[in-house]
Nanobody, 125 residues
Framework: QVQLVESGGGSVQAGGSLRLSCAASGSIDSNYCMGWFRQAPGKEREFVST?????????ADSVKDRFTISRDSAKNTLSLYLQMNSLQPEDTAMYYCAADPDTSCSGVAYGYGYWGQGTQVTVSS
């Protein structure tokens, strides 16, 4: 089993920044693909960004040049981060950390077998 726990969400004004973190534990290793998705009320869960074990990154067009995904595996722990800058009200959503042993790093939610509980990000205008 793999456990993912997100943190770092909160409320900010437009133009502000937040940094999300995801702590991974259990039967997960550095070869796993990891990514961030988000879901706003009444909308489907959407892809935000993903990062492969070789640190190759992919971003949704809506967050490109504003968000930065990163990961590290220091001290026998695996962590995922999302630095979010220039936040806009349309970025308001529950943000989820996801992981999967499939190294192709799908950009769709059904490509990930493990999910965190989510952390809320609210951006006011």
């Amino acid at each position: 089993q793999v456990q993912l726990v997100e943190s770092g969400g909160g409320s900010v004004q437009a133009g502000g920044s937040l940094r999300l973190s995801c702590a991974a534990s259990g039967s997960i290793d550095s070869n796993y693909c990891m990514g961030w998705f988000r879901q706003a009320p009444g909308k489907e869960r959407e892809f935000v960004s993903t990062i492969q074990s070789n640190l190759r990154t992919i971003y949704a067009d809506s967050v490109k040049d504003r968000f930065t995904i990163s990961r590290d595996s220091a001290k026998n722990t695996l962590s995922l981060y999302l630095q979010m800058n220039s936040l806009q009200p349309e970025d308001t959503a529950m943000y989820y950390c996801a992981a999967d042993p499939d190294t192709s790093c799908s950009g769709v939610a059904y490509g990930y077998g493990y999910w965190g509980q989510g952390t809320q990000v609210t951006v006011s205008s």
